[in-house]
């Protein structure tokens, strides 16, 4: 390990399916790596702008960490995308490319690329492209629903929540603290 890189070797890691927690496990990870020193990078595509309890958090490891939500102020929904949308997530992924083959970052977190991949926002070819490219000290993770299989092949660590039960099924609403 190296003054300048904390990381010999970043993986890359997906958490996927249609379960509860992809973006609450990435965020564990990113808590982990800020007590090694680690300089972390998240990025949220599709997520709106949200006042979301990790945004506020960051704040405090300025030095270390920055969150930033990426797109409209409103959440994307599948089969309404409109080309403001890919423009925007595109514009988007040109940066998280960007700062992933930087080196600059011990750790980068794409928060919902997977669905900006199944949405038709961002070139799967593009993200598998990214993938191959990286700085071999980076780590790089990758959420969201519906992970395209070529992206599974290039993981190498992938992880998938199944629901298996919901409270929002019982008309739950969201907490502050908890879902946000």
Known sequence: ??????????????????????????????????????????????????VYGELESAKQFSDQLTIEQVGRPQFVKQGKQTHVDRQLAQEAFARARALVSSGNYDLVVLD????????????????????????????????????????????????????IKHYYNAGQQARVGIES
Do not use: W
């Open 1 to 50: 390990m190296t003054e300048e890189h904390k990381l010999t070797r970043g993986l890359v890691q997906v958490y996927t399916g249609n379960g509860k927690g992809k973006t609450t496990a990435s965020l564990g990870l990113v808590f982990r790596a800020l007590g090694h020193g680690l300089r972390i990078y998240v990025m949220q595509f599709m997520k709106g702008q949200t």
């Open 112 to 163: 919902e690329l997977n669905c900006a991949v199944d949405f038709d926002l961002v070139e799967l070819e593009a993200v598998k492209e990214m993938i191959r490219s990286k700085p071999e000290h980076t780590e790089l993770v990758i959420t969201g629903r519906n992970v395209h299989p070529e992206i599974v092949e290039l993981a190498d660590l992938v992880t998938e929540m199944r629901e």
